[in-house]
């Protein structure tokens, strides 16, 4: 079955901190797509980043790297020297071809509040 | 800006009403997805259709329906509303799922928050 799991509900750090969310995924399919969106507090949905399963080269753009292990079924994402803007919650998401649709399952989100 | 178009923004209705929520996708895009976003449930997948056919379908209600008409806007309707219900509502729209292709990042629209009271 598909799954994806954020176990970390909250995380509340300092501006400057570094920050890492964890998310975990489950799929029997061997060929799919990992996603981050960002829910900032106005509620929209906002794209970060597509991964998929055959390229687990890490990446880095500005102050945000994920981390991409699949012997661990890991994809995990870190912002560095983190600002009050990246405050916001943060979905992890799975996409494969289970049943054709690609649909995304969603993980339950990290909320991260970042403290000036 | 994501380039998918949802309206109402906003929109509160009584138990027993019957709502339309309406989605344009982004040029070219042919997938359109629904999502509902409820406090308890999270994100939760409800259908999603390519290129005006139903292509697969979640946790959706049966007195929740949608369809994807010709010039590929989307509308979900729902009807005989209950308090449960209220949630933000979010349609996303993908270049496509030819089956077994690449579908293509799903970029979301801004949602429809329905509050039904």
């Known amino acids: 079955a598909q799954k994806v799991t954020q176990a970390q509900t909250e995380i509340s750090v300092v501006e400057k901190e570094d920050v890492t969310l964890d998310c975990v995924y489950e799929t029997r399919d061997t060929t799919y797509y990992l996603f981050w969106y960002k829910q900032p507090p106005s509620g929209e949905l906002v794209f970060l980043i597509r991964r998929n399963s055959f390229d687990e080269q890490n990446e880095i753009s500005g102050r945000y790297s994920w981390n991409f292990q699949k012997s661990t079924s890991s994809f995990n994402f870190t912002i560095t020297a983190s600002q009050v803007v990246d405050s916001a919650v943060y979905f992890c998401a799975l996409s494969d071809s289970m049943d054709s649709s690609y649909k995304l399952i969603f993980g339950s989100g990290t909320r991260l509040l970042v403290r000036p | 800006d994501s380039g998918v178009t949802q309206t109402p923004k906003h929109l509160i209705t009584a138990t027993g009403q019957r709502v339309t929520l309406r989605c344009s996708p982004r040029?070219?895009?042919?997938?359109v997805y629904w999502y509902q976003q409820s406090l308890d449930q999270g994100l939760q997948f409800l259908i999603q259709?390519?290129?005006?056919?139903?292509?697969a379908k979640g946790n959706i209600l049966e007195r929740f329906s949608a369809q994807q008409f010709p010039d590929l806007h989307s509308e979900l309707n729902l009807s005989s509303l209950e308090l449960g219900d209220s949630a933000l509502y979010f349609c996303?729209?993908?270049?496509?799922?030819?089956?077994?292709?690449?579908?293509?990042?799903?970029?979301f629209g801004n949602g429809t928050r329905l509050t039904v009271t």
């Open positions: 996303a729209s993908s270049v496509g799922t030819g089956l077994g292709t690449n579908p293509g990042t799903l970029h």
């Open positions: 040029s070219g895009d042919l997938s």
């Open positions: 259709y390519y290129n005006g056919e139903e292509r």
